[in-house]
């Protein structure tokens, strides 16, 4: 149950903006953007334009989410929700955490070890192939061959993979957040 008080039309604007500037950037840039570098840029420019893009997507993601969950709260006390309502707090909630997670730890984290990767590919002329499958051969020696590469490697599969799930989860939340407001369009 809302407040008694109508959110203005500037918050509820506001509100959507965050939400739907998030769900844009995720769509675009899990979906679009990532498999079109992939399929045309070389591996090292992809990556590097990937470390200097997600720190801002990553943040700017954080920000919305924050945005979102203190939009939805100040409108919403806590006791007057009903299950619905605390669910999407809890949505909205989970988003801001794993978002923030994947800002701050996750996203940087694969963006350090992959620039830390790039010095010892360029040193073995590799990084210069469109997208990772073309090479695979020479990647598979480079680990077997140098143990840092290997480790490097290990921890960048775990770290992307990390924050790929954070990325996914945000996906989900912001998902059920957009169907949640298309169910109570006169409300926020």
């Known amino acids: 149950m809302a407040t008694d008080m109508e959110p203005t039309v500037t918050t509820k604007l506001l509100h959507l903006i965050f939400l739907s500037t998030f769900w844009g950037m995720q769509i675009w840039v899990t979906f679009i ?75 940087q984290m694969t963006s350090e070890i992959m620039a830390d990767m790039h010095l010892i590919e360029q040193a073995c002329g590799l990084g210069l192939d469109i997208g990772l499958s073309s090479n695979r051969e020479a990647y598979a020696k480079l680990c077997e061959s140098d143990p840092k590469y290997k480790r490097l490697s290990n921890r960048l599969w775990l770290y992307h993979l990390l924050s790929s799930l954070c990325n996914l989860c945000c996906i989900v939340c912001n998902g059920y957040s957009l169907y949640y407001l298309a169910e109570n369009l006169s409300t926020i």
Request: charged fraction near 10%.
């Open 33 to 107: 953007s990532s498999f079109v570098m992939d399929n045309h840029l070389n591996r090292h420019t992809f990556g590097f334009i990937q470390s200097r893009l997600f720190p801002f997507y990553h943040h700017i993601g954080s920000a919305c989410a924050f945005f979102n969950l203190a939009i939805f709260a100040v409108h919403h006390p806590s006791d007057l929700l009903d299950e619905k309502e605390a669910f999407q707090i809890f949505i909205f909630f989970v988003c801001v955490t794993v978002a923030a997670i994947n800002a701050q730890w996750f996203g």
